[in-house]
């Protein structure tokens, strides 16, 4: 069996809230927050970058194992904000954990499912034998152009996961994936700020990509709804993933601990992965869990994952640690994002 | 006599998997097939359309036309703004009054959902004056102006124009190639988004796509061998100052005024014969003004008369209004949208209109305005 053997993740300690977006652009913040249902977002510090946070959240997941780091041969950074567009930020990320040379490494890049891609990949590639261990890093420093709609969801964080075949905290049952050409938010090369296509994002784009990938999913493995304790969606906003838990049949209760977005916002290639490390800090041994990634462009990755007893020793607490957090205004913010 | 003989439409929303001519090309082999009609038996097109200059540069949209329906006729594009379609019908007809013995098919059509919101606002701002652009006023914010003069001067709140919307939306629900097709309550439309103060999201008619076609006809035999159709008893144009500011009056829009006051002249008939009216609700306040510039109610009782929903399908009323949904509910592709108004008065008049078909009615009403006011057309229709 494949699986995870160690999580960690990293939030940025700046917020800014949903009220301070709105109050320059002469919005009604009520509005803003029926509409998105987000409060605040978390924004990395002018010194952080995806590379900076993807440090911080792998250090984390390598913390609490006691394994030969050597044996980690494949190290895959998912990201839409990797610090370079020639230059991996995989190698530079593993030579800081001071995983040796011999290892294959490369970054990834599927606007929000840059990661979960990644996963699919390297639990192959430990399968097929070539390697014990594979780090695998969602990280972003998020960008939503001034007075675009992304601008209050677009967030910064990073989820780290070190998968394996022994020890595991979360098996990997089985997963699927969909894909099509439908090009609903994209960045062209040497633009800096991502584009997309309104209203095209929901229906033929995450709703439709999701909802194909899940039930592939559930048709593959024979599993319902009703089978999963908890249920994670990619979170580009609050509200799709509510509704798209709704329209596969999921409870929301099975979805109220994921939803992550209303507190830090969209981190992107983070985004699901960050639902599911709050997800980690409840499960319980035993527990089906379904997550589900979303990549404009357009694709979903679906996978169950089964907790198996070893989560409790290797817990982390996510409430607490996202808890502590300093507010910044709009100003700092732009010099944050670098915008100013 | 001039007589519309068919109409078809496709459905109104965002139909991101077609493009402006695949829903052109429906409409009109969806309104030849329904009629019998042969491609070679069309004598002449004209085309309602705004934006497809403007968005897709795509101007010479008469000659796209000619090659879909494979002959070699004369084809024109009208563009009025959000009138175009109307305007299209109107040329129609005059082409019909010049020419005996003659078919005539009519589209409209506008493809607006595969642009962002900002090249798409911009295009519709193109229907503005230089100097309204130049300041930034959008649509909704002429729109927004005009309602609060409207509502300042006769002491209404934003409570009064929201029941058109529920109205509409209600309209919409009963109409299958309606955009929006859930009831909406009052509440709904007050909690609502502000798009640009006090019209909110839901006293704002949407971005779609569609496209609709009619075909025209006088040729006495044509129509004797049609199942349905209908008397184009008037079809008038009127133009107006494009600028708001240049209006005398803001809580009227003096072009429909006037078109409507030529349109029941010349089809001598009262406003009381009127039993179904498709009128143009591009903003809630919209269709409050219409129905107080086409002479249906006096001027400035529209807000408190909207709420007693006498114009609401199924509530009794001599005069039922926007049973498409209007552009509200029914969507509002620009150039489709006053030839959809036209043929849901045909629908009504002949009894095809189904879960929403008014009983009784003779004389029907289509109400069409391009930009604030700058152009409006009305024609009457009657069986």
Known sequence: MIGIVSYGFYVPKYRIKTEEIAS????????????????????????????????????SALSDVKIDRNKIKVVLFGSETHPYAVNPASTILAEFLGIEKNYLAYDTEFACKAATGAIISAQALIKSGYSDYALITGSDKGMGKTHDVLEYTAASASVSLLLGKDNLILEILDFESFSSDTPDFWRREGMRYPSHGGRFTGKPSYFYHIEESSKSLFKKTGLTPKDFSSAVFHMPNGKFPIQVAKSLGFAPDQIKDS?????LGNSYTASALMGLMAVLEKAKTGDLIFLCSYGSGAGSDSFVLKVTKNLEKNRKEFMKVIKDKKYINYPTYLKFMEMI | MNSVIGYYTTQFGELWEKSLFDLVEEAIYGVLKQTKIENKQIDAVFFGNMLAGVLENNLHSPSKIAEILRINVPIFRTEAACASGGAAFNLAKSYLDANSNKNVLVIGAEKMTDYSPEETITGLSAAASGEEQEVGLTFPGLYAMMANFYLQKYGYTEKNLAYVSVKNHFHGSLNDKAQYRRKISVEDVLKSAYVAYPLKVLDSSPISDGASAVILTNDQGMINKQKYSTTILASEVITDTISLKERKQIDEILATKNAANMAFKNAKINRSDIGIAEVHDCFSIAEILAMEDLGFWKKGEGGKRITELSTMFGNGGDLIVNTSGGLKAAGHPVGATGIKQIGEIFLQLTGQADKRQVKNAKYGLAHNVGGSGGTAVVTILGV
């Open chain 1, 24 to 59: 320059i652009w002469g919005k009604n913040p009520m509005d803003v927050k029926r509409s998105l249902m987000i409060e605040e977002k978390a924004v990395a510090g002018i010194d952080e970058d995806s590379l900076t946070m993807a440090f911080e959240s792998a250090s």
């Open chain 1, 259 to 263: 939803l992550t977005v209303d507190y």
